[in-house]
């Protein structure tokens, strides 16, 4: 037998080596994965300045920003920590600081509010003052290290976002900006203000408002008087002409005239009554009427002012458009009834003469 037959599988061995090479390659896989670790690169120097050693970086990692490399190891800087190969902000620092930030803000900018709406703040904060207030808070849970970065991180960004200078003794003072301290103002001081800034624009436009709303009302009360009168004046011409026919009619105890005082005080209203103007203007009109007599009559032991209607037999032009209204209705209404009761007959067509 050839021994080159031997080293061969059969057909039938083939599947049962593809098989246990899978397996085992598998397994050699997961081994290395796990447990064999591979050589870590080193970090480069941070302080690398000659040229020679800049060949060394294919064999080394460039030391991140914000870290401090030294013998391959990394170092982060104060305030950052290690996250792989990099280093990242520190988010509870940063939080922080972002609160410190936040509070010395709102205490600066309402001192100024304060200030600009009542004079009772301040315009110029020192450091030391409002980084006493928040210092108990600021340093809670932290060592000195960690507390002292965070308040130059507060420091700085309060320095980007107010106003600084320094005072006649050198210390640092921080203003918050108009246009920040305007949303720390009380809505009515911020009103006041603002009347105040445009009170030589919004003085005319008052004064116009006031005039034409004063006109407006005046106009509107003259139109509501004049009606009431042609009103009162309509009343007045009714009732006395009315009272001349009563009295001229037969067995009549009605007297031809009329106390001016009684018909006032009959016609007006308690609330009119007080309004001498308006009974005035009806007796103007009523001294203008040509159907009216007007004169003095003793009336029970007093001199008296009396109206008489002194046109015989006439009535209003009122009363005259009533009545004739009236009696066309009355006719029509008449007219339509005698139609229901005799209906029209048709007339029944005739054969044609032939």
Known sequence: MDPRQNLL????????????????????????????HPPTIPFCHSNL??????????SCVPCP?????????LQCLQGYRKHGNLCVEDGEISQLAQNIVERAESHICNEFA??????????????????????PMANAGF??????????????????LLETRLNAHGMKE??????????????ACRIHQWITQNILLLLPICVTLVGCTTLFLKVRQKRRVSRRVEELYDQVCEILEENALMSKSVNSECESWVVAS?????????????????????????????????????????????WEWQVEGSLSAS???????????????GMALNHQRHPTKKEEPKEPLL
Request: charged share 30%.
């Open 49 to 58: 300045h000659y040229p020679h050693d800049l060949f060394a970086s294919d």
């Open 9 to 36: 599988p059969s057909k039938h061995d083939l599947p049962r080596l593809v098989a246990v090479i899978t397996v085992a390659s598998f397994v050699a896989w997961i081994c290395n994965l796990f447990f064999v």
């Open 174 to 187: 921080f203003k918050c900006p108009d246009f920040l301290a305007e949303h720390y103002k009380p809505y």
């Open 262 to 306: 009684r018909l006032r005080d009959h016609l007006l209203l308690p609330r009119e009554r007080k309004d001498p103007l308006l009974w005035k203007k009806v007796e103007e009109l009523v001294q203008e009427d040509s159907r009216v007599d007007i004169y003095p009559k003793l009336v029970k032991g007093e001199s008296r002012v009396v």
């Open 114 to 135: 304060q200030f600009s709406c009542y004079g009772t703040g301040s315009i110029w904060v020192q450091e030391d003052e409002f980084w006493n207030h928040f210092e």
């Open 143 to 160: 060592d000195n290290a960690l507390y002292n970065y965070t308040k130059q991180r507060a420091v700085e960004t309060i320095g980007k």
């Open 65 to 73: 920003s914000n870290g401090e490399c030294i013998d391959g190891n």
């Open 319 to 333: 009363k005259m458009k009533k009545k004739t209204n009236a009696s066309k209705t009355m006719v029509n209404e």
